[in-house]
C-alpha cells in the first residue's frame, strides 16, 4: 500500500508541474471560434446566407489555455463581423480580418484566409394559406356533405423575405379519408415550407362532414325541347324520362321531381329527325348517374319522310310535345 500511495503522490506531483510549466510555457496555434453577426439594423437578418458556423484563426498564449480550449470548450475568444453600415439588398462577398477577432490572447491572424458570401435580407411577417393535401378517397357508400374545411386556413410564418417567393403557401400532411366512417374534426400536421422560413404554429385542425350516400331512380319526369325563338315546332320521344341519381341518403330520400329540368338542346336545327342526349338542371350536391333512355329522338317541324312509317319504323306511338323557345 505504501508504494501504491507513493505512486499517487508521484502523480499528482508531476500533473502539477506539468500544470506550472504549461501555464508559462507560450506556444502559437490554430484555434476554431465562433462567427457571431451583430450590428444588424432593425428587422434585418442574414439567415439564408453560407455561413460557417466557426473561423480557424491563429492566437498565441499558454498552453494550459489552450488546451483547455481545445479539450474542455472553454471559449478563448469569438469572431465579431460588425453589419452595422448595411441595408437589406444583394450578397456581397465579406473577409474576415484580424480586427474582427475578439479574445484575451495575442491574434497573429486569420489561418487560412476565410471569405464569406452575407445576404442581408428583411426579416418578414406574413400570414400563408394552408393547402391540404389528399391522395385517398372516402371509403365506398360515403360523401361528404361540404368540402373539407382546414382551421385556421392560412398561418403566421416568419423568415428573410426573399424565400417567400419561393413558398406561396404551407403544406398539410395528407390524410387518409378512406378510414373516416363519421364526421369529425382532425388534427393535422403542417409540413415545414423550406429550411428558412419558420412556422407560428405546426398543426391545423381539419373539419370533415360526410355521411352515407343512396342511389335513387325518379321516374317519369317530363322532357322539354330548347328551340330558338321563330323555329318550327319540335316534337321529343319519349316525353318523359327516368333519372338516376346519388347523393347524400337522407337528402336524396327527401327529393322530388320538381327539383330537376330535363332538357333536349334544339336550337336552330333545320326541319328534320334527329337523335339528341339529354341535360339535366339539378342541385349541386346531386350526382346524376345517368337517363334511361340516354338518347331521344327529335323532330324539327314537317320533315318530308312520313310520320307513319317513321313510328313504325322506330315502333313509337305518335305523340305530341311543346317545345320552350329560348
Same mark, same amino acid.
Not at 483547455?68 to 475568444?77: A, L
Not at 453600415?85 to 490572447?105: H, N, Q, T, W
Not at 331521344?296 to 305523340?319: A, K, N, T, W
Given at each position: ?170 403544406k398539410a400532411e395528407p ?5 373516416l366512417k363519421e364526421s ?5 400536421? #403542417?409540413?415545414? /415550407? ?9 398543426? *391545423? @385542425? +381539419? =373539419?370533415? $362532414? ?80 345517368? #337517363?334511361?333512355? /340516354? ?9 318530308? *319522310? @312520313? +310520320? =307513319?312509317? $317513321? ?16
Amino acid at each position: 500500500m505504501n508504494r501504491l500511495g507513493l505512486k499517487i503522490a508521484c502523480l499528482v506531483a508531476s500533473v502539477v508541474i506539468w500544470m506550472q510549466v504549461a501555464s508559462h510555457s507560450i506556444v502559437e496555434q490554430n484555434v476554431s471560434l465562433p462567427l457571431v453577426v451583430t450590428g444588424l439594423g432593425e428587422n434585418l437578418t442574414v439567415e439564408g446566407s453560407d455561413l460557417p458556423t466557426e473561423v480557424t484563426v491563429r492566437l498565441e498564449g499558454s498552453k494550459l489555455r489552450l488546451l483547455r480550449h481545445n479539450f474542455f470548450n472553454q471559449i478563448v475568444g469569438e469572431v465579431r463581423v460588425n453589419l452595422w453600415d448595411r441595408e437589406a439588398g444583394p450578397e456581397f462577398s465579406y473577409e474576415v480580418a484580424s480586427s474582427d477577432i475578439y479574445s484575451d490572447l495575442k491574434v497573429l491572424g486569420v489561418h487560412p484566409p476565410v471569405r464569406l458570401r452575407i445576404h442581408v435580407d428583411r426579416q418578414e411577417f406574413r400570414l400563408l394559406p394552408v393547402v391540404q393535401q389528399n391522395t385517398t378517397q372516402l371509403r365506398e357508400g360515403f360523401d361528404f356533405l361540404e368540402a373539407p374545411k382546414l382551421l385556421p386556413d392560412s398561418v403566421l410564418v416568419s423568415g428573410p423575405g426573399r424565400f417567400f417567393l419561393t413558398h406561396p403557401g404551407v403544406k398539410a400532411e395528407p390524410i387518409d379519408f378512406s378510414k373516416l366512417k363519421e364526421s369529425q374534426r382532425l388534427p393535422v400536421r #403542417l409540413v415545414q /415550407p423550406g429550411e428558412f422560413l419558420h412556422l407560428a404554429t405546426r398543426q *391545423v @385542425s +381539419l =373539419d370533415c $362532414l360526410i355521411a352515407p350516400i343512396e342511389d335513387r331512380t325518379l321516374a317519369n319526369i317530363p322532357v322539354v325541347p330548347l328551340v330558338d325563338a321563330g323555329r318550327p315546332p319540335v316534337g321529343v320521344s319519349p316525353p318523359v324520362v327516368d333519372v338516376m341519381v346519388r347523393g347524400v341518403a337522407d337528402s336524396v330520400q327527401a327529393l322530388t321531381a320538381n327539383r330537376f329540368l330535363v332538357t333536349v338542346p334544339v336550337g336552330n336545327l333545320d326541319e328534320g329527325i334527329y337523335e339528341l342526349k339529354g341535360q339535366v338542371d339539378k342541385p349541386d350536391w346531386l350526382e346524376v348517374i345517368g #337517363l334511361d333512355p /340516354p338518347l331521344f329522338q327529335v323532330i324539327v317541324g314537317r320533315p318530308s *319522310v @312520313s +310520320l =307513319d312509317s $317513321l313510328y313504325q319504323s322506330m315502333e313509337l306511338q305518335p305523340f305530341e310535345s311543346e317545345a320552350v323557345n329560348e
